[in-house]
């Protein structure tokens, strides 16, 4: 087990706990339920972002290049950019997950409204790029390549009134090359992990089942299934591995944790490790992994933090009281993670540092 450093700890009853690190771990923010967003530098300063709404953040990412960043707010619709003293918002009814161009400067975005299919958009800076429905289906779940010219989006079945047995449409897979639909996947059960590794042309979806199947983008391949080849463009599946799906940095490594296993695998479906965790992740966001699928921060409902390296957990940390959530840095060396007291209404926010990992 390693012993971290403690570099930073803040208390606050405005905290609401959804957090973000940069990718040294130097910057780290954590949202505040009147809509700001507090960011900690490494000298513990702090600054703040302030959003168009006064609902809590949902998703945060952010760089120590500048500081800048985006964040999104599934309660007010909202997407927002912030960097070089400029800031860039839209909103779209039922905003559900995003997913940044690399250098922060626009997002793509799927839509999950309550009622009705929803829609995949790309934003960047000020300007809409494109958008397009999903016609028969809601997204859930969006992942893209660096500069976003391709873009997979996981969709799942609409409803048309709060009966949630009312349940229409086809949920799948979809793909866009720049703003146009060039590949299509029908599954039946609803999409709520996706992963899309733009280096080998395939997307690795999690299904509500808890199963896990890859695509390939690229034409069909030659597959041997009992002694029978056949041409396909289904790479690889798996039972009780899937459901909600986190990713590497380098879009290389897919991580589920499922039945209180954590499971590493390359997107070609080979296991890289696999570890016994206890506990429930709440969703894709609970499991934070680093660039290559080496260091995993994982955060469960029952209170539990875990840092778990190639297999082996290598800290873990108990936080009584209420909800935890937690970010790892894209180099794996620092991470933090707030815990909510639920009878004092305090949120504390701590910042841990392995100074023995050299990222």
Known sequence: MIDPEEVLAKQNGNYHGVTGISETGSLVAISEHNGRVALFGESGSSSYISAPTSRS??????????????????????VMGFGDGETWTHQYNGLWDIAPVHDLSGACVCTRPREGPGTIRYVKGNEEMWGQPLEDAVGERVSASQDAGGVAVAT??????????????TPGILFYEWGEQE?????????????FDSDNDRVTAGLDDGSIVSYSLDGEVLTNEN????????????????????????????????LGVLRCFDTRGNLQWKANIEGMSRDERSV???????RVLVTTIDEHAYLVERGDC?????YPGGPVWGSLSTDGSTWCIADEDLDTQITTLNVYRDPEHGG
């Open 156 to 169: 799942g079945h609409y409803r048309l009134d709060e009966d949630p047995l009312s349940r229409f449409g």
């Open 183 to 195: 590949w299509s996947k029908e599954t039946e059960e609803d999409v709520i992990g996706l992963v």
């Open 314 to 318: 290598v800290w873990e940390e108990s």
């Open 57 to 78: 953040v949902s998703h945060i990412h952010i760089s120590e290049d500048g500081p800048k960043g985006v964040l999104a707010f599934m309660d007010g619709g909202i």
């Open 227 to 258: 002694g029978v080849r056949k041409a396909t463009d289904k790479l690889w599946s798996g039972q009780n591995e899937g459901g909600f799906l986190s990713v590497s940095e380098d879009h290389t490594s897919i991580v589920s944790h499922t």
């Open 288 to 294: 934070q992994v680093d660039k290559t699928g080496d």
